[in-house]
C-alpha cells in the first residue's frame, strides 16, 4: 500500500501539553479529553507533495522578496540546515515555510499592535522546499524580541516561525526556532509550555561561523526533525531501514 | 550499560501563534507580491471526478467563543478514493485534484471553507474499506501542538456504521462531533463541520 510502515508513537511527554496556565491563551483552546489513539491508515501516512515549480526566486530571500525601494533594516542572516526523520535521515523534496517579526519585533499584521515600527522593505515570509538530503536555506533579517499581551510584562525571544509538512500529514508540524545565547529564552511562557529542557535547547540554533558570508551575513544552523516511521520488515514485506 | 539506539526526538511543537497567516497564507493578510496565490486556496484544478461539495465550519474554544486566527488543513482522498501522494502506491490519483486544502477563516466570523470532492473510501491496514472522511488538522495561538481530527459525511450512515476508527469509539455520545451534516447552499451541497476545542461536545482529537 505504501512504503514503509507506520510513524514513530508522538513523545507526548516531550512536546508541550494542551492546557499550559502560563500560556494564558492555552486555557481555553486546549482539549480535555484524552486523545484518540489508533494506528496510521494511508490517510496519515500520505500528505501533499509540492512541486520545486512552486517556489519562486525570491522565495528564500526575505531581506528582497518585499523591498520596495531599498532593503529592510536589521542584522543579515542565514538560516541552514537540514529537515530529518527521528532515524536520522535527511527528508527531501518537502516544503518548508518561515514567518517572522521585523528587526525592531513587529510583524505585518493588522492585529499586530506594538509600537515598533513596520519596515516598509520586510514582509516577513519566505518558503523552500528541501534538496535530496534534506537540506534547506534561506536568508534574512534577525528578528527582534518583542512584548506581548499575557503576564503584565511578558517578552517573547527572538524567533522565526516554521511550518514542515515531511512526507505524511502525521508528520505534519509547526514551530519555532530561537537563537544562541538569547537570555530572553528563559524567561518565554510560550518556550515554558515544552517540559522538557532539552527539547528547548534542539529548538535553539547554533551560530556557524563557517557558514557566515565575510563582510555580509552571519548563518544560523536549524536542524528540524519529523516522525520516523517504522521498517516494514514485519509489516508486509522485506524492506530494510 | 545497554546500546544506544541512536534515534533523534521529533522537533518539539510550538504554537502557531497570532500571525500564522503570515507564513502560510500572506496573501490573505494583505502581504501581497510574495507569492502568487496561497497555498491550499484551491483543490480542484480543472475537470475534476466525483461530487463537488463544500466543507464549512469553525472552531469554537471552550466558552463557545469562535476562533478569528486559526488556521485549518485538510487531506483527503480523491472522488475513488485514492491519495494525490507518491506514497500512495495503489493506483494514480486524479491530477486535476490536490487532496490539501488550507483555509485561514473568515477574519470576522471564523468560518472556514473547502471547495472540494466528496472523497471515496479508503482501505484499513486489513483491508476493510473505512467510510469516506477528510483528515483536519487546526492550529491556532493558544493551541500548543496542533490538532488532529476527521470529518466524516452525514449521510454515510452505513459506511460509517463500519468504519473501523467510529465503531471503537468508546463514548459512543461523541461520534457525531466527527460527523457533518448535509445541507445545501445555491445548489451545492454543504457539509459543515464545526470544531470544539473543549466542553461537553468537545470534538474528539486524535493521536495518530
Known amino acids: 500500500m505504501s512504503d514503509g510502515g507506520s510513524y514513530y508513537q508522538r513523545d507526548r511527554l516531550w512536546h508541550p501539553p494542551a492546557y499550559t496556565p502560563g500560556y494564558k491563551t492555552s486555557v481555553t483552546r486546549s482539549p480535555q479529553r484524552a486523545l484518540l489513539s489508533f494506528d496510521n491508515s494511508i490517510s496519515e501516512m500520505t500528505g501533499p507533495t509540492f512541486g520545486h515549480s512552486i517556489i519562486g526566486e525570491l522565495d528564500n530571500d526575505l531581506i528582497l522578496n518585499f523591498a520596495k525601494d531599498g532593503e529592510p533594516i536589521g542584522q543579515r542572516i542565514i538560516v541552514h540546515g537540514r529537515v530529518l526523520d527521528e532515524n536520522g535521515r535527511g527528508v527531501p523534496n518537502c516544503l518548508v515555510e518561515f514567518w517572522q517579526a521585523n528587526a525592531g519585533g513587529r510583524y505585518r499584521h493588522k492585529k499586530e499592535s506594538y509600537l515598533a515600527p513596520l519596515d516598509p522593505n520586510f514582509g516577513g515570509c519566505g518558503r523552500t522546499i528541501t534538496g535530496e538530503d534534506g537540506s534547506y536555506r534561506f536568508r534574512t533579517i534577525q528578528p527582534g524580541a518583542y512584548p506581548w499581551p499575557n503576564g503584565p510584562n511578558d517578552w517573547r525571544p527572538a524567533h522565526i516561525h516554521f511550518s514542515v509538512f515531511g512526507h505524511a500529514f502525521a508528520q505534519r508540524l509547526i514551530t519555532q526556532m530561537y537563537f544562541e545565547g538569547d537570555p530572553m529564552i528563559w524567561k518565554c511562557p510560550i518556550v515554558a509550555t515544552i517540559p522538557d529542557r532539552e527539547a528547548i535547547e534542539r529548538l535553539t540554533a547554533a551560530l556557524d561561523m563557517n557558514n557566515t558570508v565575510p563582510m555580509d551575513s552571519r548563518a544560523y544552523k536549524f536542524d528540524i526533525v519529523l516522525r520516523g516511521r517504522r521498517s516494514t520488515l514485519f509489516e508486509n514485506r522485506m524492506e530494510g531501514n | ?208
Not at chain 2, 56 to 82: H, M, N, S, Y
Not at chain 2, 96 to 122: A, H, I, L
Not at chain 2, 172 to 182: E, H, K, N, Q
Open chain 2, 1 to 208: 550499560m545497554a546500546q544506544t539506539l541512536g534515534h533523534l526526538k521529533e522537533s518539539a511543537s510550538q504554537t502557531a501563534g497570532p500571525y500564522v497567516h503570515i507564513g502560510c497564507t500572506p496573501n490573505y493578510c494583505e502581504i501581497e507580491g510574495v507569492f502568487p496565490e496561497d497555498l491550499g486556496t484551491r483543490m480542484i484544478l480543472g475537470d475534476v471526478k466525483g461530487e463537488r461539495i463544500r466543507i464549512v465550519g469553525r472552531v469554537f474554544d471552550g466558552t463557545g467563543t469562535p476562533l478569528k486566527d486559526a488556521l485549518v488543513e485538510i487531506w483527503q482522498a480523491d472522488a475513488d478514493g485514492l491519495y494525490p501522494s507518491p506514497q500512495d502506491k495503489r493506483g494514480t490519483a486524479d491530477t486535476n485534484f490536490t487532496g490539501w486544502g488550507r483555509s485561514p477563516g473568515d477574519m470576522q466570523t471564523g468560518e472556514f471553507r473547502f471547495d472540494t470532492v466528496k472523497p471515496g473510501r479508503v482501505p484499513a491496514k486489513n483491508g476493510a474499506l473505512q467510510a469516506p472522511h477528510v483528515t483536519v488538522w487546526i492550529v491556532a495561538r493558544g493551541i500548543n501542538i496542533g490538532l488532529h481530527t476527521r470529518m466524516y459525511f452525514g449521510d454515510e450512515d452505513a459506511a460509517n456504521a463500519e468504519d473501523p476508527i467510529l465503531s471503537r469509539i468508546e463514548h459512543r455520545s461523541r461520534v457525531p462531533t466527527l460527523i457533518a451534516p448535509r445541507t445545501a447552499e445555491d445548489g451545492m451541497p454543504v457539509y459543515r463541520f464545526d470544531i470544539r476545542l473543549q466542553g461537553p461536545d468537545e470534538t474528539i482529537f486524535f493521536d495518530i
